[in-house]
Structures are given as structure tokens and as C-alpha cells.
């Protein structure tokens, strides 16, 4: 009788730490939505021409491997943040490494995206005088200023998506545990 009560007790705290889990994942992969789509939407529309001493300046995202780059590895996480979240309710108890695996290359793909559109967000900024490259961000700030938005954006979907892996890592692991804990629970019955 008490082995029963303890079992209805240890399965009652693993529905609510699991329920919790997927309310968590969906908040995280909903905020990692906003971000990932705001970022991509700020740097595609972002342009802007200026004329500079009889010169023409044209600033698009298009004209930058890493701004492209950044805008798709957004969109890709965009879309994976809300397709997930069939897998996430459908995987949570039975296959949490698919999930995890996939939270962890887009959460590398962002990572990479936007430190190379802020390497190149620095030297428009800044210039780099050794190599006799200038600043352009004096002649067209709202373009920068813009790229700035889109990069902010686009770091904190990386920080959510961090928090996501991780959160799907410690599910992994206690998952793993507790079906290792009833493997030995089931062997060590006689």
C-alpha cells in the first residue's frame, strides 16, 4: 500500500516537472521567435543612400556576406523556434536528444551569425586604419544604427536559444536518469 502512494507521488511530481518543462520551452521558444524574426525583418529593410561631396553611397544588407548571413541563420531560427514546438510536445518524454541535438546547432548557428555581422557592424563603425579601411558609419548612420538594432536582436535570440539548449540538456540528463533508475528498479525486482 505505501509503495503504491509513493509511486502515485513520484509520478505526480514527474507530470508537474514536466509539464513545467514544456510551459518553460514554449516561453523561451516563443521570445526566441519575437527576437529572431525582429532581427531579420530590421536588417532586410535596412537601406539607405547618401550623397557625400558629389559621391553616392548605397547601404543594403545584400552588399555584406555577413549581413546576409545573419538574416538567413534569423530565419532559419525563426522557423525552427515555432516548428519545434510540435516536436517539443511530442519529444519531451520520448525523444529529448532529437530536440536537444536541433537547439544546439541553431543555438551555433546564431552564435556565429551575429559575431560575424558584429565583426562587421565593428569596422564600418570604427574603420581599421593598418588595413586602410574607413568608417562608413559617418555617412550613413541610419543604416548602422539599424544594423546595431538588428545585431541586439539577434544576440539576445542567441542568449534564448543558450537558454533553451540548456534547459533541453538538463531534461536529457534527468530523463536519462530516471529511465536508467527504472531499468535498475525492473532487473532488481526478483
Same mark, same amino acid.
Given at each position: 500500500m505505501e509503495n503504491n502512494n509513493i509511486a502515485k507521488q513520484d509520478k505526480d511530481l514527474s507530470n508537474k516537472v514536466q509539464r513545467n518543462y514544456v510551459m518553460t520551452q514554449v516561453? %523561451?521558444?516563443? %521570445? #526566441?521567435?519575437?527576437?529572431?524574426?525582429?532581427?531579420?525583418?530590421?536588417?532586410?529593410?535596412?537601406?539607405?543612400?547618401?550623397?557625400?561631396?558629389?559621391?553616392?553611397?548605397?547601404?543594403?544588407?545584400?552588399?555584406?556576406?555577413?549581413?546576409?548571413?545573419?538574416?538567413?541563420?534569423?530565419?532559419?531560427?525563426? #522557423?525552427?523556434?515555432?516548428?519545434?514546438?510540435?516536436?517539443?510536445?511530442?519529444?519531451?518524454?520520448?525523444?529529448?536528444? %532529437?530536440?536537444?541535438?536541433l537547439d544546439l546547432v541553431v543555438t551555433m548557428l546564431l552564435m556565429s551569425a551575429s559575431s560575424a555581422a558584429a565583426a562587421i557592424a565593428y569596422v564600418g563603425k570604427k574603420g581599421e586604419d593598418r588595413m586602410g579601411w574607413t568608417a562608413v558609419c559617418t555617412f550613413v548612420e541610419k543604416f548602422c544604427q539599424k544594423a546595431g538594432i538588428s545585431l541586439v536582436s539577434s544576440f539576445t535570440a542567441f542568449v534564448i536559444m543558450f537558454l533553451i539548449t540548456n534547459t533541453s540538456a538538463h531534461h536529457l540528463r534527468r530523463s536519462t536518469v530516471a529511465a536508467a533508475s527504472t531499468t535498475a528498479m525492473i532487473s532488481s525486482v526478483p
Open positions: 516561453a %523561451l521558444r516563443t %521570445l #526566441a521567435f519575437i527576437s529572431t524574426l525582429s532581427a531579420a525583418l530590421v536588417m532586410v529593410t535596412n537601406e539607405q543612400h547618401k550623397v557625400v561631396l558629389g559621391l553616392s553611397w548605397n547601404a543594403r544588407y545584400t552588399y555584406s556576406a555577413a549581413f546576409r548571413f545573419l538574416v538567413y541563420a534569423n530565419s532559419i531560427a525563426c #522557423a525552427y523556434s515555432i516548428l519545434s514546438l510540435p516536436l517539443l510536445v511530442r519529444s519531451a518524454s520520448k525523444k529529448p536528444l %532529437l530536440l536537444f541535438f
